[in-house]
């Protein structure tokens, strides 16, 4: 996703220019924010939509279907519930963490459970230029 960051003074400079020529909204980015770590905490992730589409691939969705339910006491008893190696697992859970998708839960001993904090995925991709974007939502904090 393309964003800018910027103070008020930018913006409004940024919007004054649009209002006299609109197609300087087309050169720009669509969404604004104060700082970088504004933009990350609103847009939940860094991840490209292209690397999205191939991590939300149908074996992974299932994996994520299984920590969702919330049985998974380590990515040892993950990776043979799934019938996968635990060591490619734990590349995948690795990219999910960072997708802000999954995060773990610190067990006994060295032990990591994985679970699920995201309910939804969302990607708008633009098909005739640069500015898709990809959106994960997590529930909100009690």
């Known amino acids: 996703m393309t964003y800018k960051t910027g103070s008020i003074g930018e913006f409004m400079q940024w919007t004054k220019k649009v209002v006299a020529e609109p197609s300087q909204a087309a050169k720009s980015a669509k969404n604004w924010f104060d700082s970088e770590a504004t933009a990350e905490k609103s847009l939940g ?12 691939s149908a074996e992974n969705l299932a994996l994520l279907q299984v920590i969702g339910k919330g049985n998974v006491s380590s990515v040892r008893e993950l990776a043979h519930m799934v019938n996968r190696k635990e060591s490619n697992l734990s590349r995948t ?6 997708a802000g998708i999954v995060s773990f839960e610190k067990g006994a001993g060295r032990m990591r459970a994985p679970r699920l904090i995201a309910r939804r995925v969302t990607l708008d991709l633009d098909l005739v230029g640069a500015d898709s974007t990809v959106s994960v939502k997590q529930p909100a904090q009690a």
């Open 93 to 98: 859970l690795k990219r999910l963490q960072e």
């Open 45 to 56: 992730t860094k991840v490209s939509a292209e690397a999205m589409v191939k991590l939300l």
